[in-house]
């Protein structure tokens, strides 16, 4: 039996019973390479779920839907590595409880996709620590090295011209499962830190904005960046607070759901280089 | 609409020397908002504030900027005039135009564009300040004194007879402290333990204060008034109610040959054991490390002969919490690790002895009972040095201060070597004499004048043994030549240096240390037992070497600061705090994190019929202290700082 087939059995045995009041997987999308989210309440619709290394959006975010899991029962979610450590997090913010969250887990290497063993988000420690592991040696790709190669005025002018196309749309914001605040900073106007209008100087801070708010946080899951209409790679400004902070603490987020945020927590053996 | 006064002071030369103060007058005249704007030499001066009241009632201001020195001069000052005109004081604000601008720049044309511009920019500022009251906080009247000896008891006493009630902690077995071990005392010689045993005593006896000896503070949280401290009270696998403290434990404890701590090593104690004979309360304890029935699990010695059933060695360390309102520290002093010294020879020769040593040898209570022997051999020294400095005033051993008190018990132990050994010899090596001190410089002439203590002044380079006596090169710098002694004891005069774990105290406490780990106070001359942290006092040698009249003092002054605490019913406390908007909290608790005071609760949002819809956080207005660590970790901006409020912030940045 193919993943697909025995996580849609799961899924439909799960809702059977009653163990689960909702599976977040994926459907077949509008064109054949694409997948979208579905939201499954009843067995019989559990023939729609599809897996396969097609499905790379990160659905843990749909969990905060506000009073989804307020009623205290159980939603099932197909999740990779990304998600569950996205799951951890949300678990150590406080945003919601891993015992709610019935994990259908996944992997996918290249064009295969692979179970991966475990119920509760605490089940998949040894993979998220062999992930560590592998980030810790993983190169940077073609254009994150280009960028390292550069020098500060040239990385500057890179990202303006990337943030020059940048509309203010907030997809990447909306797409992030670690952008769950009730009011997002650039919705306070009382100040106004953040210049709403799309010009150079408000791309740029609304941009440099969410990378702080992500780093240590950020699980690479990369939503934002296929959320992007104007193609932005997002993605680099997070893969270099999560090396940055991976380097400076070993603090790799998502590790469990007790993880203490890297900008919160204080060690004697934190090292200080950046402190002039 | 704003009314908003603006005031430049010249400061005499101090602003107006550098600043062209008619032109910040000129510029902020017309700056929207402001109503009047003018100069004056001394606003701080009588007449000066006279003209801001006159002008907030006159003008019927909405804020007052003074343009003038920091904030943390004459910011009180000022405020209290606007009060006094009628005005709510935290509407008054302070641009300072002369630590950051008059003082530090040369060019009067700049300096006058960027006074202009930070008066402006707090103008801003004032635009979007709202009233402020004081928040008003209970006093808990029980004060924590962490140490027992002559500081922590005369500190503890003075509060106590003042009707206070005090916790008195430390963590040996007895009270007593240093002074307990000395000899005689200078500069009377009176004899140390029958001056301190009736304080003790006193202490221990005293229905306002409660004794917690063996014990040690784990926790420290809260602020002035409201400290919430947990204590660890360690296992002493002795029962103190039931024990009589009779004894009998500690003449059968099989384990008689461990090193007296109390005696610095010269005498012997068994596991069970109280630290000496007067120990307060006299209640033996059981050192885990060195028992047989914990190193063997066989024995129990010590529970057979006790005629109370006091021993329990199923005892565990015990916590208490208590509420307390004011903490004297009091934990005193270590002596400098001699092993610094090699070229003194301490470890090596075992007559070579410490200050303390020989303070032990010439006690009464003593290993010797009072009789000044070799710890070698048991012989009564002829010849004896002192070396003066061992330590001190050498900044290559990380000690560059002077202990203080050495040049004074040095003389001392002459001395009394001298009232017990008529035939003696004293020869002590110093750099200075320092006798400062009522009936100090006296002292130090009698022991050279009439008992016999030759002084050298110099330092001694080498010492060895020769022939079963110590050999002692120094120079006689005097003289100009080298001097070598033949000795049959040497003592060293150790360096007066911290408690090894005062850092980690202070961390727990939230005070300060210098670079040596002495605590620091709020301000040398000024305010010399509090410290930077309101409602924690110091007293003795924890703060800097100290002899036995100036801790007691110490002890006694911050005594009197935490009865002035304690005279009044509620405290005032600044009404800078954070307010959380619970609309846009999304209960994260990186707040809760982020605290270093425990200041932030999580509070239930509920519906009509209680129920919990969401968490959100709560800031404890008695415990937050305005520091705004909070604010920055809010990722949606949730928290604010009353009093320097994101739109506050913000007008006065964007009015540069």
């Given at each position: 039996?193919?993943?697909?087939?025995?996580?849609?059995?799961?899924?439909?045995?799960?809702?059977?019973?009653?163990?689960?009041?909702?599976?977040?997987?994926?459907?077949?999308?509008?064109?054949?390479?694409?997948?979208?989210?579905?939201?499954?309440?009843?067995?019989?619709?559990?023939?729609?779920?599809?897996?396969?290394?097609?499905?790379?959006?990160n659905?843990a975010g749909?969990?905060?839907?506000?009073?989804?899991?307020?009623?205290?029962?159980?939603?099932?979610?197909?999740?990779?590595?990304e998600?569950?450590r996205t799951?951890?997090i949300l678990?150590a913010e406080?945003q919601?409880?891993?015992?709610?969250?019935?994990?259908?887990?996944?992997?996918?290497?290249?064009?295969?996709?692979?179970?991966?063993?475990?119920?509760?988000?605490?089940?998949?420690?040894?993979?998220?620590?062999?992930?560590?592991?592998?980030r810790?040696?993983q190169?940077p790709d073609?254009l994150a090295a280009k960028l390292e190669a550069m020098n500060a005025a040239e990385r500057f002018t890179f990202w303006q011209g990337e943030f020059s196309r940048c509309i203010k749309c907030y997809a990447c914001r909306q797409a992030c499962p670690m952008c769950w605040c009730?009011r997002c900073v650039v919705d306070n106007?009382?100040?106004q830190w953040v210049n709403t209008s799309s010009h150079t100087l408000g791309n740029l801070e609304w941009n440099l904005v969410r990378a702080f708010h992500l780093a240590g946080r950020c699980v690479e899951c990369g939503n934002c960046g296929r959320a992007c209409p104007v193609d932005i790679p997002l993605h680099l400004l997070n893969r270099k607070m999560t090396g940055e902070v991976l380097e400076a603490f070993?603090h790799y987020p998502g590790?469990?759901?007790?993880q203490?945020p890297a900008l919160a927590s204080?060690?004697?053996?934190?090292?200080?280089t950046f402190?002039? | 609409?704003?009314?908003?006064?603006?005031?430049?002071?010249?400061?005499?030369?101090?602003?107006?020397?550098?600043?062209?103060?008619?032109?910040?007058?000129?510029?902020?005249?017309?700056?929207?908002?402001?109503?009047?704007?003018?100069?004056?030499?001394?606003?701080?001066?009588?007449?000066?504030?006279?003209?801001?009241?006159?002008?907030?009632?006159?003008?019927?201001?909405?804020?007052?900027?003074?343009?003038?020195?920091?904030?943390?001069?004459?910011?009180?000052?000022?405020?209290?005039?606007?009060?006094?005109?009628?005005?709510?004081?935290?509407?008054?604000?302070?641009?300072?135009?002369?630590?950051?601008?008059?003082?530090?720049?040369?060019?009067?044309?700049?300096?006058?564009?960027?006074?202009?511009?930070?008066?402006?920019?707090?103008?801003?500022?004032?635009?979007?300040?709202?009233?402020?009251?004081?928040?008003?906080?209970?006093?808990?009247?029980?004060?924590?004194?962490?140490?027992?000896?002559?500081?922590?008891?005369?500190?503890?006493?003075?509060?106590?007879?003042?009707?206070?009630?005090?916790?008195?902690?430390?963590?040996?077995?007895?009270?007593?402290?240093?002074?307990?071990?000395?000899?005689?005392?200078?500069?009377?010689?009176?004899?140390?333990?029958?001056?301190?045993?009736?304080?003790?005593?006193?202490?221990?006896?005293?229905?306002?204060?409660?004794?917690?000896?063996?014990?040690?503070?784990?926790?420290?949280?809260?602020?002035?008034?409201?400290?919430?401290?947990?204590?660890?009270?360690?296992?002493?696998?002795?029962?103190?109610?039931?024990?009589?403290?009779?004894?009998?434990?500690?003449?059968?404890?099989?384990?008689?040959?461990?090193?007296?701590?109390?005696?610095?090593?010269?005498?012997?104690?068994?596991?069970?054991?109280?630290?000496?004979?007067?120990?307060?309360?006299?209640?033996?304890?059981?050192?885990?490390?060195?028992?047989?029935?914990?190193?063997?699990?066989?024995?129990?010695?010590?529970?057979?002969?006790?005629?109370?059933?006091?021993?329990?060695?199923?005892?565990?360390?015990?916590?208490?919490?208590?509420?307390?309102?004011?903490?004297?520290?009091?934990?005193?002093?270590?002596?400098?690790?001699?092993?610094?010294?090699?070229?003194?020879?301490?470890?090596?020769?075992?007559?070579?002895?410490?200050?303390?040593?020989?303070?032990?040898?010439?006690?009464?209570?003593?290993?010797?009972?009072?009789?000044?022997?070799?710890?070698?051999?048991?012989?009564?020294?002829?010849?004896?040095?002192?070396?003066?400095?061992?330590?001190?005033?050498?900044?290559?051993?990380?000690?560059?201060?002077?202990?203080?008190?050495?040049?004074?018990?040095?003389?001392?132990?002459?001395?009394?070597?001298?009232?017990?050994?008529?035939?003696?010899?004293?020869?002590?090596?110093?750099?200075?004499?320092?006798?400062?001190?009522?009936?100090?410089?006296?002292?130090?002439?009698?022991?050279?004048?009439?008992?016999?203590?030759?002084?050298?002044?110099?330092?001694?380079?080498?010492?060895?043994?020769?022939?079963?006596?110590?050999?002692?090169?120094?120079?006689?710098?005097?003289?100009?030549?080298?001097?070598?002694?033949?000795?049959?004891?040497?003592?060293?005069?150790?360096?007066?240096?911290?408690?090894?774990?005062?850092?980690?105290?202070?961390?727990?406490?939230?005070?300060?240390?210098?670079?040596?780990?002495?605590?620091?106070?709020?301000?040398?001359?000024?305010?010399?037992?509090?410290?930077?942290?309101?409602?924690?006092?110091?007293?003795?040698?924890?703060?800097?070497?100290?002899?036995?009249?100036?801790?007691?003092?110490?002890?006694?002054?911050?005594?009197?600061?935490?009865?002035?605490?304690?005279?009044?019913?509620?405290?005032?406390?600044?009404?800078?705090?954070?307010?959380?908007?619970?609309?846009?909290?999304s209960?994260c608790?990186g707040?809760?994190?982020a605290?270093?005071?425990?200041?932030?609760?999580?509070?239930?949002?509920?519906?009509?019929?209680?129920?919990?819809?969401?968490?959100?956080?709560?800031?404890?207005?008695?415990?937050?202290?305005?520091?705004?660590?909070?604010v920055t970790f809010c990722r949606s901006n949730?928290?604010?700082?009353?009093?320097?409020?994101?739109?506050?912030?913000?007008?006065?940045?964007?009015?540069?």
């Amino acid at each position: 039996m193919s993943l697909q087939e025995h996580y849609r059995s799961q899924a439909r045995e799960l809702l059977a019973a009653g163990a689960v009041k909702m599976v977040v997987g994926y459907a077949e999308g509008t064109t054949p390479e694409r997948r979208r989210p579905v939201f499954i309440t009843e067995p019989e619709e559990c023939s729609r779920l599809v897996l396969d290394a097609r499905c790379r959006t990160n659905l843990a975010g749909y969990l905060l839907r506000e009073g989804l899991l307020s009623d205290g029962r159980e939603i099932a979610v197909y999740l990779s590595t990304e998600g569950v450590r996205t799951i951890n997090i949300l678990a150590a913010e406080s945003q919601l409880s891993s015992a709610q969250v019935r994990i259908l887990g996944f992997e996918i290497d290249r064009d295969e996709v692979k179970a991966m063993e475990g119920k509760r988000a605490a089940d998949f420690s040894e993979a998220i620590l062999a992930h560590k592991e592998r980030r810790k040696k993983q190169a940077p790709d073609e254009l994150a090295a280009k960028l390292e190669a550069m020098n500060a005025a040239e990385r500057f002018t890179f990202w303006q011209g990337e943030f020059s196309r940048c509309i203010k749309c907030y997809a990447c914001r909306q797409a992030c499962p670690m952008c769950w605040c009730r009011r997002c900073v650039v919705d306070n106007n009382q100040p106004q830190w953040v210049n709403t209008s799309s010009h150079t100087l408000g791309n740029l801070e609304w941009n440099l904005v969410r990378a702080f708010h992500l780093a240590g946080r950020c699980v690479e899951c990369g939503n934002c960046g296929r959320a992007c209409p104007v193609d932005i790679p997002l993605h680099l400004l997070n893969r270099k607070m999560t090396g940055e902070v991976l380097e400076a603490f070993d603090h790799y987020p998502g590790m469990d759901e007790h993880q203490e945020p890297a900008l919160a927590s204080f060690r004697k053996d934190d090292p200080e280089t950046f402190i002039l | 609409m704003a009314r908003i006064g603006v005031f430049v002071c010249h400061c005499g030369e101090n602003i107006a020397g550098r600043v062209d103060c008619s032109k910040v007058v000129l510029a902020l005249e017309n700056h929207p908002g402001v109503s009047v704007a003018t100069e004056y030499k001394y606003f701080c001066s009588d007449p000066g504030q006279e003209a801001i009241k006159k002008a907030v009632r006159e003008e019927n201001l909405t804020g007052v900027i003074v343009a003038a020195c920091s904030p943390r001069m004459h910011e009180a000052t000022f405020r209290k005039a606007c009060a006094a005109a009628g005005l709510n004081p935290y509407l008054c604000e302070i641009a300072n135009i002369r630590e950051q601008c008059s003082w530090v720049h040369e060019n009067p044309d700049e300096a006058t564009r960027k006074a202009i511009e930070i008066t402006r920019s707090l103008v801003e500022k004032v635009k979007r300040n709202s009233e402020l009251h004081p928040i008003e906080v209970p006093v808990t009247k029980r004060a924590l004194v962490i140490g027992g000896g002559i500081a922590g008891i005369q500190a503890a006493l003075d509060i106590a007879n003042a009707g206070g009630e005090v916790v008195l902690v430390e963590r040996e077995a007895s009270l007593g402290g240093h002074m307990a071990q000395l000899s005689e005392t200078f500069p009377t010689l009176d004899c140390s333990q029958c001056i301190m045993t009736p304080r003790m005593v006193e202490a221990s006896q005293h229905p306002n204060i409660r004794l917690l000896t063996y014990s040690e503070v784990e926790k420290v949280e809260g602020f002035i008034g409201n400290f919430r401290v947990r204590v660890r009270l360690k296992a002493r696998y002795v029962d103190p109610a039931a024990c009589t403290g009779c004894g009998d434990c500690m003449q059968k404890c099989p384990q008689k040959k461990i090193p007296s701590e109390f005696d610095c090593g010269l005498g012997k104690r068994t596991a069970i054991s109280t630290p000496f004979a007067q120990a307060v309360p006299n209640k033996p304890v059981i050192d885990s490390r060195y028992c047989t029935y914990f190193k063997n699990g066989k024995c129990k010695v010590c529970e057979k002969v006790c005629q109370t059933n006091a021993i329990n060695f199923e005892m565990e360390d015990e916590f208490l919490d208590l509420e307390i309102g004011a903490i004297v520290v009091a934990t005193g002093f270590q002596v400098q690790d001699t092993a610094l010294y090699g070229e003194y020879g301490y470890g090596r020769y075992a007559d070579v002895v410490t200050g303390l040593q020989f303070e032990r040898l010439a006690s009464a209570s003593g290993p010797t009972a009072g009789k000044v022997q070799r710890p070698s051999d048991g012989a009564e020294p002829k010849t004896v040095v002192f070396i003066q400095c061992a330590g001190s005033r050498d900044p290559a051993k990380g000690v560059p201060y002077c202990s203080k008190i050495c040049c004074m018990y040095t003389a001392k132990h002459a001395m009394l070597y001298a009232h017990k050994n008529h035939e003696a010899e004293s020869r002590i090596f110093y750099m200075d004499i320092r006798a400062a001190g009522k009936g100090y410089d006296e002292f130090t002439r009698r022991a050279a004048e009439e008992d016999n203590a030759g002084y050298i002044r110099g330092r001694v380079s080498k010492l060895w043994e020769e022939n079963g006596r110590l050999v002692v090169r120094g120079a006689d710098t005097l003289l100009g030549r080298p001097v070598e002694v033949q000795a049959d004891m040497v003592v060293l005069a150790t360096a007066m240096v911290p408690q090894p774990d005062a850092r980690e105290l202070a961390k727990k406490l939230g005070i300060g240390c210098d670079d040596y780990g002495f605590f620091s106070e709020a301000h040398m001359k000024l305010r010399p037992v509090e410290t930077a942290t309101a409602g924690i006092f110091l007293a003795g040698a924890c703060q800097s070497p100290k002899d036995i009249p100036d801790s007691v003092a110490q002890a006694s002054a911050a005594a009197s600061k935490v009865l002035s605490l304690f005279s009044r019913e509620r405290l005032e406390r600044e009404p800078v705090i954070a307010r959380n908007n619970e609309a846009t909290c999304s209960g994260c608790w990186g707040c809760v994190l982020a605290c270093p005071f425990n200041a932030i609760e999580k509070k239930d949002l509920t519906d009509r019929s209680g129920n919990v819809l969401r968490r959100v956080a709560s800031v404890n207005a008695g415990l937050c202290q305005g520091c705004g660590t909070c604010v920055t970790f809010c990722r949606s901006n949730s928290i604010d700082l009353a009093g320097f409020s994101e739109k506050q912030l913000f007008a006065e940045v964007m009015g540069l």
